[in-house]
């Protein structure tokens, strides 16, 4: 009932989500460059890595 989530389970959930937001981005939005996705991408590892 109180089990706490490892700290590399939460990192693998949030690495999903960055690359399932990245992805869907890419999907939707015909006018972003793959540099802008990578450079999001690197921003969004960052905030993870502060956390």
Do not use: H, P, W
Request: proline share 0%; net charge neutral.
């Amino acid at each position: 009932m109180g089990r706490k989530l490892s700290k590399e389970y939460i990192l693998q959930s949030d690495f999903s989500e960055i690359v399932r937001r990245a992805y869907d981005k890419g999907i939707n939005d015909g006018t972003i460059t793959v540099e802008k996705l990578i450079e999001d991408i690197k921003l969004d590892l960052l905030k993870l890595k502060v956390e």
